[in-house]
């Protein structure tokens, strides 16, 4: 079968009624407009798989959920045929590794970078990505440059991000390197990065330091005081007392199209906001393997100063990233499952990641 210009392998067709585990999360109030895009699509579509014959049992794992399906119980794991996971990498970590052994069809999904989309892939996420090392040849097929344009300039019209972007603070007239925050232990460091953040943070300080610029750091706008591994107030004290000891460090809540914009690059470790600087189309540099390595569309250095001197000196092909920064963004807005489409096409993008045919 071809799609998106690759030949993949065939669909698994399914010819029986099978039963699926669907990890059901619906945490609206982590999400940015208080709104959980994944429970939404996934539970649409997962109504739909429903109603052409097969069993879906959910495992509620927090919020007010529409119990719309049997809850799972551990007694069926054995019956199970086909598994959408999610948290995989802390609190499900058994069940995955154990459908995994067992060779189980599956799926597993977290917030997407784009308004209102969930990301799946049949594998893991980051550097262990079903999609890693193969990244760059299934963004450079069928690629429509004026498509992709316009929906990038849908984005800066509207402002729509994964966050909703407001202007609320100054940015500083200095030349700077934009540092977009994460979490202190989110998976994509703690798996898939040799630096943690409040590291990155003090080196990239340090060597802008010796360069004479500046550093402009946005907190991450989900991190919440009430999940232990965010590590909200540590980052909070950490970051604001280099703010005191250093003048040419500034802490900045605004738009992050515009701190992109305005920034000399954008650093950072393994944050999806790598999605908004294709948005932008300004040069950003990652220390974590992610989707996104491969994919020309960044500059990738697990060495954070080598990376750093690569994009003060501008050691890249300008051009060349910019055109992958749009394939990349093109890609991922025709690969991703999103709220506001027909649950028909995200059932067709859940197919294809999925590589089965329910």
Not at 14 to 27: H, P, R, S, T, V
Not at 264 to 282: E, K
Not at 324 to 341: D, G
């Amino acid at each position: 079968m071809i799609v998106a210009g690759l030949v993949v392998k065939r669909y698994l067709r399914i010819g029986k009624a099978i039963n699926i585990l669907y990890e059901a999360i619906n945490n609206w109030s982590k999400c940015s407009d208080l709104h959980d895009c994944r429970y939404h699509a996934l539970m649409a579509i997962m109504k739909l798989i429903e109603s052409k014959g097969h069993k879906v049992y959910a495992f509620y794992k927090r919020g007010d959920i529409e119990r719309c399906f049997d809850s799972y119980k551990d007694s069926l794991a054995p019956t199970i045929d086909f598994y959408l996971g999610h948290s995989i990498y802390r609190e499900s970590v058994a069940r995955y590794n154990y459908f995994r052994k067992r060779k189980v069809p599956m799926l597993v999904y977290e917030a997407g970078w784009l308004y209102r989309s969930t990301l799946v892939d049949r594998n893991k996420f980051f550097g262990d990505s079903f999609y890693f090392n193969d990244i760059k040849n299934y963004i450079n097929k069928d690629f429509d440059l004026q498509k992709a344009e316009e929906f990038r300039q849908s984005l800066l019209a509207t402002g729509k991000s994964k966050w909703i972007q407001k202007k609320e603070q100054e940015i500083p007239n200095v030349k700077y390197v934009f540092i977009p925050g994460q979490v202190l232990h989110d998976a994509s460091i703690d798996f898939y990065s040799k630096i943690g953040m409040k590291e990155f943070i003090s080196t990239a300080l340090l060597w802008a330091n010796k360069h004479n610029l500046h550093v402009v750091y946005k907190p991450h706008p989900g991190a919440s005081s009430k999940v232990p591994c965010h590590g909200k107030k540590e980052l909070e004290l950490f970051t604001n007392k280099l703010k005191d000891k250093y003048k040419n460090f500034h802490i900045v809540n605004t738009s992050i199209y515009d701190l992109m914009s305005k920034s000399l690059f954008t650093a950072c470790i393994n944050a999806g906001t790598m999605v908004d600087n294709f948005t932008t189309l300004t040069p950003v540099l990652s220390c974590g393997k992610m989707l996104f390595t491969n994919s020309g569309a960044i500059i990738y250095n697990p060495n954070l100063e080598q990376g750093l001197d690569t994009m003060l000196n501008k050691e890249y092909d300008w051009e060349e990233m910019r055109l992958q920064q749009l394939k990349m963004l093109h890609w991922l807005n025709n690969t991703l499952i999103q709220e506001h489409s027909p649950v028909e096409e995200n059932l067709k993008r859940f197919e294809f990641h999925s590589g089965v045919k329910f």
